[in-house]
């Protein structure tokens, strides 16, 4: 029996969806948070960088659980320190632009995160992975 999904795809414009998919976590944002930004805690669930990642600038990426762990290259598009992350990556797979809210919800937080899409088909592939990943 397979999981039942829990993202969803949004139109949001001509030519534009969101995948979203939405977790309700225990730790407060700043924490939630440090799992994203520090580089040892990212390293435990999620992928390693190389660099600093810091607004505009680029960085190698590389997700723990694909098949032959590539690196992808990767720019930090936009920071809000524990309220949002915005990063864009390309690889052979192609492009991705990804995104992170966190809010506070009720002494635990909510977290969205966001794959930007032209079209809604590769969510099919990739919403299982970022379930996974999640």
Known sequence: MQPEPTGRV???GEDS????????????????WASFADA???????????????PGSGFGFQMLYEEGQPTSQARLAECV???R??????????????EVR????DGGTRLEF????????PAEDTGPGWEYYL
Do not use: C, F, K
Request: glycine share 10%.
């Open 10 to 12: 949004h139109r949001t």
């Open 17 to 32: 969806y969101d995948l979203v998919l939405t977790r309700r976590l225990a730790g407060s944002p700043r924490e939630v």
């Open 40 to 54: 040892g805690q990212a390293s435990a669930w999620i992928g390693r960088w190389d660099g600093t990642p810091e």
């Open 81 to 83: 320190p524990r309220e």
């Open 85 to 98: 992350l915005r990063v864009l990556m390309e690889d052979d797979g192609g492009s991705w632009d990804l």
């Open 102 to 105: 966190l809010r506070d919800d």
């Open 114 to 121: 966001t794959q930007h899409l032209a079209d809604p088909a």
